[in-house]
């Protein structure tokens, strides 16, 4: 069942999906049920789902076998499986024909996702680990997106090993050899995806079942709280929303200065094409912002830093800045910037405890 692909292919998802073609539909049909420990699985699945959900939706839902277990976990809900496999579709069609709480719809899951309209619940069984890892976070994204405050995402994926030997333990447990491996397989860590979950805003995130390389992913969307009439507070707002927050300040700061002249002042220090040092400061409203002065371990004292910080003044003096600001921890280096001419204008101790954040500046007319 097609070409076999190296550990280093499979990770860079440097190959083909193999799920269009009618006959890997076919062969996976013929063995679905021989997955061990399947049901255990996707008996974890329905116990995250509340029997009240009311739209569901499955992302590449095969034959429907996963959406028709959770339509008859929640017995009022209504269910869209989504694939993009017409093989699939026609088994799946088939499975609802007299159900018709079930609608199916051909779509590729590379392409962003259909607006749906609001979901209680996503889930999704062995079938994201076709999109290659960027894909598969965009998508996470998307789910959040759609799910409606405490919805729930369910993954039943199968994920990446830690090594070629854990791999080579699931092949056998699994009865395949190394050429039944999927081609189409782009296999992931359960610990980056739970991550990405984490930051994307899903709550309650966690594996919750687990054997070899099939494991259960699932997080919900948090709970929006009624802060008065009309209003509602919602603690996971969206990346689009945090960004629209982002650009109303920007107008409403550039509305009042009257100018928008940033520009980023970035520097490196390389050492037999490696770089070892470097600065990263921003250019506005007559200041240079130091954001990050880096100098590797083994290059300190060697005066990387001075060289970084004159040559970022001098730039941002060429700018017409007057002078130069940042922010300095006890256990970096407040010390360094005082020889270099700043003076702390506030300070807040214990951040983090026992140690002390400095607020630093120094203006280029002071003699310096
Ligand atoms: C291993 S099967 C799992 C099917 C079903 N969810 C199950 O648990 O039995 C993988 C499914 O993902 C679908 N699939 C793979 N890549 C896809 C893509 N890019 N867009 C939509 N569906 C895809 C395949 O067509 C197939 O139905």
């Known amino acids: 069942m097609g070409a076999a692909y190296s550990a280093t292919e499979r990770k860079a998802g440097n190959v083909t999906n193999e799920w269009s073609k009618p006959e890997h539909a076919a062969a996976y049909l013929a063995r679905m049920h021989d997955i061990p420990h399947r049901a255990a699985g996707e008996g974890t699945v329905l116990a995250e789902i509340p029997t009240d959900a009311k739209r569901i939706l499955d992302l590449g839902c095969g034959d429907g076998h996963l959406l028709a277990l959770v339509l008859a976990h929640c017995p009022d809900a209504t269910g869209v499986g989504l694939d993009f496999s017409p093989a699939m579709l026609e088994r799946a069609q088939k499975r609802f024909a007299d159900d018709s709480r079930a609608t199916l719809v051909e779509h590729n899951l590379e392409e962003p996702l259909p607006d749906l309209g609001p979901l209680d619940c996503v889930v999704s ?87 070899r390389e099939l494991a259960l992913l699932a997080g919900r969307k948090p709970q929006v709280r009624a802060a008065g009439d009309g209003q509602e507070m919602d603690e996971a707002p969206s990346q689009a929303e945090v960004r629209w927050l982002d650009s109303q300040l920007e107008a409403f700061n550039q509305q009042k200065v009257g100018r928008d002249d940033f520009q980023p002042v970035n520097l490196v220090i390389r050492e037999q094409g490696k770089v070892v040092a470097g600065l990263k400061g921003l250019a506005g409203w007559g200041w240079l912002y130091v954001r990050v002065l880096w100098v590797e371990e083994s290059h300190r004292h060697q005066r990387l830093g001075s060289r970084l910080l004159e040559r970022g003044e001098q730039l941002a003096r060429e700018r017409g800045c007057i002078g130069a600001c940042l922010s300095s921890f006890t256990f970096q280096a407040p010390i360094f910037y005082e020889r270099h001419g700043y003076s702390t204008f506030g300070k807040i101790d214990d951040y983090p405890q026992d140690q002390t954040l400095y607020f630093m500046s120094k203006r280029f007319d002071a003699g310096h």
Not at 129 to 143: I, P, S
Not at 176 to 199: A, G, I, R
């Open 125 to 211: 069984s062995f079938a994201i680990h076709h999109c290659a890892d960027q894909r598969k976070r965009g998508l996470y994204e998307e789910v959040f997106n759609l799910l409606e405050p405490h919805g729930v995402f369910c993954n039943l994926e199968h994920v990446a090993s830690p090594n070629e030997r854990v791999h080579a333990r699931f092949m056998t447990a699994m009865d395949m050899m190394p050429e039944d491996e999927d081609p189409s397989n782009k296999l992931l860590d359960v610990e980056t995806q739970l991550q990405w979950l984490k930051e994307i805003g899903f709550e309650d995130v966690d594996c919750h079942w687990k054997w």
